[in-house]
């Protein structure tokens, strides 16, 4: 393949001819944790002097998890030598989930912190190595692909010192260019946090919505009249598959023409069809009870128990496995997508709860199920408004989500391009 003007072959792949490719020793320190240090247990208090404890597992993907951190008193901290961070140092997991990254930047709340065995600390003594593109080309598939190359251990994986040393980086040959790529990823991180914290507020306010408008303690304009109590063995069927139809896992067909629904696919109150299996057409019309239709509602009867899920959008005729019960209303006692919603609350958590008296429900049984009681509107004119007010408020969460979605797309494309110089930003 010939390479276009300007570029040039690397180790690490096709790079602009003015860039350099190092080993990480060449640029920075690898500091490894204190082995002799153990982590300190549950309940040490957190005083004025307190130093944040790191171990491999408040590490992840996507930075620092803090809300599982401990801290060490400053009389400990003051007796270890090893694995002080400072601003501008990554910090990588070295055994176990190997290849997690974090940046120690300016915005990080902490200011003493100390890591543990299980990871690494990678710092930059290199003045034209910018910290903030250094923590983002560690992370980047090029150095990924080295990472998985130089692991050993199937059933604990490890990274070394000496291999982590041994890391090809490639680099842009100023800092300012570095800086340039550094804020423009992190324009893409910013985009992508506010839809993050846009999505949260969302939920939040769906949650609330859901705790007032599903109990009557907020009527919607122009209702009206008391709420009836409503049992749902006299207002609805509740069916499954019966144990003798039950199928087994031979059966679970890659392709075919009728979906099989286990529960596995539900996704946000939705079935993902594109997981589902498949059954031959037999086990399809075994038992008519079963077939689906769309605005039916599913219910989680084992494994997770009390997963809820709308039929929409059938692509294929489909039917159930024996983990999940069908509801349907008994001459239009309720408006489906209602009791849908209904079923996501709290109101039928705390039934599930009552069921389960402080234990681990693994089963629902019919016989307790059909037992369920609820408030409802009286009319279905006001129970199809509540429900065409939160399918609203989910179609808008989805759209926030698709556009994360796509955020996080571009970002990792962008990642790709700038990273090793494909795109050059002037």
């Known amino acids: 393949m010939e390479l276009r003007a300007g570029y040039k072959q690397t180790e690490v792949g ?33 005083d004025a002097g307190a130093c944040l404890f790191l171990n491999a597992g408040n590490v992840t993907k996507r ?17 270890l030598n090893k694995g002080k961070l400072v601003r501008g140092d990554v910090v990588l997991t070295t055994r176990g989930t190997v290849g997690n990254f974090a940046y120690f930047s300016d915005e990080v709340p902490f200011s003493h912190v100390r890591i543990n065995s299980g990871m690494v600390i990678l710092r930059n003594s290199s003045s034209w190595i910018s910290n903030a593109y250094q923590y983002l080309v560690l992370g980047s598939r090029i150095v990924e692909s ?17 291999g982590i040393s041994a890391l090809r980086i490639p680099f842009p040959p100023t800092k300012a260019e570095q800086e340039s ?45 008391e709420w009836e109590m ?8 509740v069916k499954a598959r019966i144990g003798w139809q039950g199928l087994t896992t031979a059966e679970y067909l890659e392709s075919g023409s009728y979906h099989l629904v286990t529960g596995t696919e539900f996704k946000d109150g939705r079935i993902d069809w594109d997981q589902c299996h498949y059954v031959q057409e037999p086990r399809y019309k075994q038992d008519k009870h079963i077939q689906l239709q769309s605005d ?55 039934f599930l709860d009552q069921l389960s008296a402080g234990s681990t429900i693994n089963h629902l049984y019919q016989k307790d199920f059909v ?17 065409a007010i939160l399918g609203d408020m989910d179609a808008e969460v989805a759209e926030l989500e698709s556009r994360l979605a796509k955020a996080r797309q571009l970002k990792q494309g962008m990642m790709q391009e700038l990273l090793i110089g494909r795109i050059r930003l002037l």
């Open 14 to 46: 096709v790079t602009p001819g003015d860039w350099t490719t190092v080993d990480y020793a060449s640029i920075g320190q690898v500091i490894d944790g204190d082995r002799g240090v153990h982590y300190p247990g549950f309940g040490e208090l957190r």
């Open 63 to 79: 930075g620092f998890r803090f809300a599982e951190c401990q801290f060490i008193s400053a009389e400990k901290d003051r007796n």
């Open 146 to 162: 080295q990472i998985e190359r130089i692991s050993f251990g199937s059933a604990q994986p490890q990274l070394t010192v000496k």
């Open 181 to 225: 790529i550094a804020e423009a990823l992190s324009d893409a991180d910013g985009l992508i946090e506010s839809l993050d914290q846009l999505i949260a507020k969302k939920r939040h306010l769906k949650q609330g919505a859901m705790q007032e408008l599903l109990t009557g303690k907020e009527r919607l304009p122009g209702f009206s009249g």
């Open 230 to 237: 409503m049992h749902l063995g006299s207002t609805a069927t």
């Open 296 to 350: 039916d509602v599913l219910v989680t009867k084992d494994g997770t128990v009390g997963k809820v899920a709308l039929v929409k959008d059938m692509p294929l005729p489909a039917t159930l496995n024996s983990g999940v019960f069908v509801i349907r209303p008994i001459a239009g006692a309720f408006q489906p997508e209602f009791f849908y919603y209904l079923l996501c609350s709290h109101v039928f958590t705390e």
């Open 371 to 387: 037992g369920f009681t609820y408030r409802a509107p009286a009319t279905g004119a006001e129970q199809a408004a509540i429900a």
